[in-house]
């Protein structure tokens, strides 16, 4: 069965300073993978997406996103953090059991300093 | 993509009674689905509601408590029955629009009292 583990519930950083959100997932197969976001009292954003064509997938707001299937990762990354990116952040896979269903990671809140 | 609304936005409801949720989408869709988040939680999977057919349920999760309507392609309502404090919730529903990329509404947060 797949699952997808975020491995840090909560990361803070200081604006103007680089992002990592990691994200590890398992699965037998080659997976589609996804990062929301959710600002708070707000409704969910697809960051961006990875279906099996480039391995460096580029989103909204200047994140990205590297999928390592070696690594069976696939970790968010920003250059430079801003006081708007605070949020939560899903990393998501697809259902090998179906063609439409996801598995959501438990989140990471993402604190930026001032 | 698809522009999805959510009607209440949010609710504050007493126990025992029940409250229907609304979803539009501003295009025709197959495959519509509805979501709950509880606090500080990630999401978790309802029902899948294709229209025509039955509403399909994750385990967990009935009929009879949340009975889902989904009478043409861009509309669902999903009632919360009898509800209790533990279903005091955010419930988001979302579209496929293929490749398994869904789209969100903007939620409706629940408090039952």
């Known amino acids: 069965a797949q699952s997808v583990t975020q491995l840090d519930s909560h990361v803070s950083v200081s604006e103007g300073t680089p992002v990592l959100l990691r994200c590890n997932y398992s699965s037998s197969y080659s997976p589609s993978l996804f990062w929301y976001v959710q600002h708070p009292n707000k409704g969910l954003q697809l960051l961006l997406k990875y279906t099996s064509a480039a391995t460096l997938v580029k989103g909204i707001n200047g994140f990205e996103a590297e999928f390592k299937k070696s690594e069976t990762s696939f970790h968010l990354t920003k250059p430079s953090a801003h006081m708007s990116d605070a949020a939560e952040y899903f990393c998501?896979?697809?259902?090998?059991?179906?063609?439409?269903?996801?598995?959501w990671g438990a989140g990471t809140k993402l604190i930026i300093k001032p | 993509s698809a522009v999805i609304s959510q009607k209440p936005s949010r609710d504050i409801c007493q126990r025992g009674t029940s409250l229907t949720i609304q979803c539009q989408v501003d295009s025709q869709v197959t495959m519509m689905f509805w979501y709950r988040q509880q606090p500080g939680q990630s999401l978790t999977l309802i029902a899948t509601a294709n229209q025509g057919s039955e509403a399909t349920y994750e385990s967990g999760f009935v009929i009879d408590k949340f009975p889902i309507s989904r009478p043409n392609l861009t509309f669902s309502t999903l009632t919360v029955s009898n509800m209790s404090p533990e279903d005091s919730s955010i419930y988001l529903c979302?579209?496929?629009?293929?490749?398994?990329?869904?789209?969100f509404g903007p939620g409706t947060r629940l408090t039952v009292t």
């Open positions: 998501v896979v697809s259902s090998m059991d179906s063609n439409y269903q996801l598995i």
């Open positions: 979302s579209v496929d629009i293929g490749e398994y990329e869904q789209y």
